[in-house]
Protein backbone atom coordinates (compact mmCIF):
# COMPACT_ATOMS: atom_id res chain seq x y z
CA UNK A 1 0.00 0.00 0.00
CA UNK A 2 1.18 3.40 -0.69
CA UNK A 3 1.56 6.00 2.20
CA UNK A 4 2.75 9.44 2.69
CA UNK A 5 5.05 11.05 5.91
CA UNK A 6 5.29 14.42 6.03
CA UNK A 7 7.97 15.48 8.64
CA UNK A 8 7.71 17.88 11.51
CA UNK A 9 3.61 18.69 12.67
CA UNK A 10 4.26 22.27 13.00
CA UNK A 11 7.10 24.70 10.96
CA UNK A 12 7.59 27.96 11.97
CA UNK A 13 9.63 30.54 9.80
CA UNK A 14 10.36 34.39 9.70
CA UNK A 15 8.47 36.25 7.21
CA UNK A 16 10.39 36.55 4.20
CA UNK A 17 12.07 33.61 5.00
CA UNK A 18 12.51 30.64 3.08
CA UNK A 19 9.39 27.98 3.40
CA UNK A 20 10.46 23.79 3.48
CA UNK A 21 7.80 21.72 3.90
CA UNK A 22 8.71 17.98 4.08
CA UNK A 23 6.92 15.02 2.53
CA UNK A 24 8.04 11.66 1.51
CA UNK A 25 5.84 8.89 -0.24
CA UNK A 26 5.89 5.08 -0.54
CA UNK A 27 5.02 3.66 -3.81
CA UNK A 28 5.52 0.23 -5.83
CA UNK A 29 4.61 1.79 -8.84
CA UNK A 30 4.94 5.87 -10.61
CA UNK A 31 3.39 7.91 -8.51
CA UNK A 32 0.66 11.18 -8.95
CA UNK A 33 1.94 13.45 -6.47
CA UNK A 34 -0.29 16.67 -4.69
CA UNK A 35 -0.06 19.42 -2.35
CA UNK A 36 -2.80 20.99 -0.98
CA UNK A 37 -3.54 23.79 1.75
CA UNK A 38 -5.94 24.13 3.69
CA UNK A 39 -7.05 27.30 5.92
CA UNK A 40 -9.28 27.38 9.26
CA UNK A 41 -12.66 26.04 8.51
CA UNK A 42 -12.17 25.59 4.79
CA UNK A 43 -11.93 22.45 2.35
CA UNK A 44 -8.04 21.86 0.60
CA UNK A 45 -7.02 23.58 -1.94
CA UNK A 46 -4.51 22.18 -4.70
CA UNK A 47 -0.96 23.92 -4.57
CA UNK A 48 0.92 21.81 -7.32
CA UNK A 49 0.26 18.49 -8.75
CA UNK A 50 3.29 16.27 -10.32
CA UNK A 51 2.35 13.12 -12.64
CA UNK A 52 5.03 12.70 -15.15
CA UNK A 53 7.66 15.00 -17.08
CA UNK A 54 9.51 18.26 -15.09
CA UNK A 55 10.19 16.96 -11.77
CA UNK A 56 9.95 20.98 -10.95
CA UNK A 57 6.76 21.63 -10.84
CA UNK A 58 5.60 25.14 -10.02
CA UNK A 59 2.44 25.65 -8.41
CA UNK A 60 0.44 29.01 -7.13
CA UNK A 61 1.05 31.18 -4.79
CA UNK A 62 4.82 30.95 -5.37
CA UNK A 63 5.39 27.50 -4.21
CA UNK A 64 6.84 24.92 -5.97
CA UNK A 65 7.81 21.35 -5.57
CA UNK A 66 10.47 18.62 -6.72
CA UNK A 67 10.23 15.00 -7.25
CA UNK A 68 13.01 13.40 -6.25
CA UNK A 69 12.50 9.54 -7.15
CA UNK A 70 15.80 8.03 -5.78
CA UNK A 71 14.69 10.01 -2.53
CA UNK A 72 11.00 8.89 -2.63
CA UNK A 73 10.44 12.53 -1.42
CA UNK A 74 8.30 15.62 -2.74
CA UNK A 75 9.57 18.46 -0.88
CA UNK A 76 7.67 21.81 -0.98
CA UNK A 77 9.24 24.81 -1.02
CA UNK A 78 8.23 28.63 -1.48
CA UNK A 79 11.71 31.75 -1.49
CA UNK A 80 9.93 34.15 0.88
CA UNK A 81 6.95 33.56 3.25
CA UNK A 82 3.92 35.69 3.35
CA UNK A 83 1.98 35.98 6.24
CA UNK A 84 -1.13 34.92 4.10
CA UNK A 85 0.85 31.67 4.00
CA UNK A 86 0.12 30.26 7.61
CA UNK A 87 -1.60 27.18 7.07
CA UNK A 88 -2.19 23.85 7.58
CA UNK A 89 -0.18 22.03 4.18
CA UNK A 90 -1.00 18.44 3.28
CA UNK A 91 1.29 16.04 0.96
CA UNK A 92 -1.06 13.12 -0.95
CA UNK A 93 -0.43 10.63 -3.02
CA UNK A 94 -3.22 8.98 -5.19
CA UNK A 95 -3.52 5.75 -4.87
CA UNK A 96 -5.03 3.25 -7.14
CA UNK A 97 -7.33 0.44 -6.19
CA UNK A 98 -9.11 -1.61 -9.18
CA UNK A 99 -10.84 1.42 -11.02
CA UNK A 100 -10.81 3.92 -8.17
CA UNK A 101 -8.40 6.60 -7.44
CA UNK A 102 -8.04 7.50 -3.87
CA UNK A 103 -5.49 9.87 -2.40
CA UNK A 104 -3.28 8.97 0.05
CA UNK A 105 -2.74 12.06 2.41
CA UNK A 106 -0.18 12.45 5.08
CA UNK A 107 -0.79 13.95 8.30
CA UNK A 108 -0.22 17.60 7.74
CA UNK A 109 2.32 20.41 8.73
CA UNK A 110 1.22 23.24 9.98
CA UNK A 111 2.90 26.93 9.19
CA UNK A 112 3.33 29.26 11.04
CA UNK A 113 5.03 32.56 10.07
CA UNK A 114 6.58 35.20 12.34
CA UNK A 115 6.03 38.77 11.69
CA UNK B 1 -18.67 28.20 -12.76
CA UNK B 2 -19.98 27.13 -9.05
CA UNK B 3 -17.27 24.80 -7.08
CA UNK B 4 -17.99 22.01 -4.67
CA UNK B 5 -21.12 23.30 -1.82
CA UNK B 6 -21.65 20.54 1.16
CA UNK B 7 -24.38 21.02 3.48
CA UNK B 8 -24.61 21.48 6.45
CA UNK B 9 -21.74 23.52 7.88
CA UNK B 10 -22.06 22.29 11.21
CA UNK B 11 -23.61 19.35 12.85
CA UNK B 12 -24.27 17.99 16.57
CA UNK B 13 -25.77 14.88 16.91
CA UNK B 14 -26.17 12.47 19.74
CA UNK B 15 -24.34 8.73 19.63
CA UNK B 16 -26.71 5.94 18.12
CA UNK B 17 -28.28 8.47 15.66
CA UNK B 18 -27.98 9.12 12.28
CA UNK B 19 -26.91 12.02 9.66
CA UNK B 20 -26.90 12.85 6.64
CA UNK B 21 -24.53 15.40 4.64
CA UNK B 22 -24.86 16.41 1.27
CA UNK B 23 -22.48 17.43 -1.41
CA UNK B 24 -23.01 19.30 -4.98
CA UNK B 25 -20.13 18.71 -6.93
CA UNK B 26 -18.86 21.02 -9.83
CA UNK B 27 -20.01 21.31 -12.83
CA UNK B 28 -19.22 18.82 -15.33
CA UNK B 29 -17.76 16.26 -12.81
CA UNK B 30 -19.04 13.12 -12.16
CA UNK B 31 -16.79 11.52 -9.78
CA UNK B 32 -17.41 12.04 -6.21
CA UNK B 33 -15.47 11.11 -3.44
CA UNK B 34 -15.90 11.89 0.37
CA UNK B 35 -13.17 11.47 3.01
CA UNK B 36 -12.70 12.25 6.68
CA UNK B 37 -10.63 14.64 8.63
CA UNK B 38 -10.47 13.92 12.41
CA UNK B 39 -9.01 16.31 14.23
CA UNK B 40 -5.14 17.12 14.09
CA UNK B 41 -5.30 14.80 10.98
CA UNK B 42 -5.00 14.24 7.09
CA UNK B 43 -7.95 13.40 5.53
CA UNK B 44 -8.84 9.38 5.34
CA UNK B 45 -10.84 8.19 2.21
CA UNK B 46 -13.84 6.88 3.12
CA UNK B 47 -15.68 5.82 -0.93
CA UNK B 48 -15.99 7.24 -4.21
CA UNK B 49 -18.78 7.70 -6.51
CA UNK B 50 -18.34 7.58 -10.19
CA UNK B 51 -22.03 7.98 -12.59
CA UNK B 52 -23.80 6.35 -9.29
CA UNK B 53 -22.54 3.71 -8.87
CA UNK B 54 -20.25 3.01 -5.56
CA UNK B 55 -16.54 3.08 -7.18
CA UNK B 56 -13.86 2.28 -4.58
CA UNK B 57 -14.43 2.01 -0.32
CA UNK B 58 -11.77 2.83 2.53
CA UNK B 59 -11.54 0.87 5.75
CA UNK B 60 -15.23 2.10 6.92
CA UNK B 61 -17.74 -0.24 8.46
CA UNK B 62 -20.87 -0.55 6.45
CA UNK B 63 -22.85 2.24 8.70
CA UNK B 64 -20.98 4.58 6.47
CA UNK B 65 -22.77 4.40 3.48
CA UNK B 66 -23.49 6.73 0.60
CA UNK B 67 -25.50 7.75 -3.22
CA UNK B 68 -24.89 9.48 -6.06
CA UNK B 69 -27.96 11.15 -7.88
CA UNK B 70 -28.05 11.35 -11.98
CA UNK B 71 -26.52 15.17 -11.61
CA UNK B 72 -24.16 13.59 -9.68
CA UNK B 73 -24.83 15.02 -6.40
CA UNK B 74 -24.07 13.25 -3.47
CA UNK B 75 -24.88 12.29 -0.25
CA UNK B 76 -22.79 10.49 2.78
CA UNK B 77 -24.74 8.55 5.60
CA UNK B 78 -23.63 7.71 8.95
CA UNK B 79 -25.77 5.23 11.26
CA UNK B 80 -25.15 4.62 14.94
CA UNK B 81 -23.23 7.45 15.43
CA UNK B 82 -19.93 7.04 17.79
CA UNK B 83 -18.43 9.22 19.66
CA UNK B 84 -15.31 8.94 17.16
CA UNK B 85 -17.37 9.64 14.00
CA UNK B 86 -17.43 13.44 15.09
CA UNK B 87 -14.60 14.93 12.65
CA UNK B 88 -14.85 16.98 9.63
CA UNK B 89 -16.10 15.50 6.42
CA UNK B 90 -15.05 16.16 3.12
CA UNK B 91 -16.68 15.92 -0.39
CA UNK B 92 -14.53 15.97 -3.37
CA UNK B 93 -15.52 16.41 -6.97
CA UNK B 94 -13.46 15.00 -10.00
CA UNK B 95 -14.07 14.55 -13.97
CA UNK B 96 -13.62 10.57 -14.67
CA UNK B 97 -11.14 8.23 -13.06
CA UNK B 98 -7.61 9.18 -14.35
CA UNK B 99 -5.24 8.86 -10.79
CA UNK B 100 -3.72 12.33 -11.90
CA UNK B 101 -7.03 14.56 -12.22
CA UNK B 102 -7.30 17.31 -9.59
CA UNK B 103 -9.89 16.17 -6.87
CA UNK B 104 -11.50 19.69 -5.90
CA UNK B 105 -12.66 19.94 -2.24
CA UNK B 106 -15.35 21.64 -0.62
CA UNK B 107 -15.53 23.20 2.59
CA UNK B 108 -16.47 20.36 4.82
CA UNK B 109 -19.38 19.66 6.72
CA UNK B 110 -18.03 19.38 10.69
CA UNK B 111 -19.80 16.79 12.84
CA UNK B 112 -19.96 16.37 16.33
CA UNK B 113 -20.99 13.30 17.85
CA UNK B 114 -22.09 13.77 21.88
Known amino acids: AQSVTQLGSHVSVSEGALVLLRCNYS??????LFWYVQYPNQGLQLLLKYTTGATLVKGINGFEAEFKKSETSFHLTKPSAHMSDAAEYFCAVSDREDSSYKLIFGSGTRLLVRP | ETGVTQSPTHLIKTRGQQVTLRCSSQ?????VSWYQQALGQGPQFIFQ???????GRGNFPPRFSGLQFPNYSSELNVNALELDDSALYLC?????????????FGPGTRLTVL
Open chain 2, 27 to 31: SGHNT
Open chain 2, 92 to 104: ASSLGLAGNNEQF
Open chain 2, 49 to 55: YYREEEN
Open chain 1, 27 to 32: SSVPPY
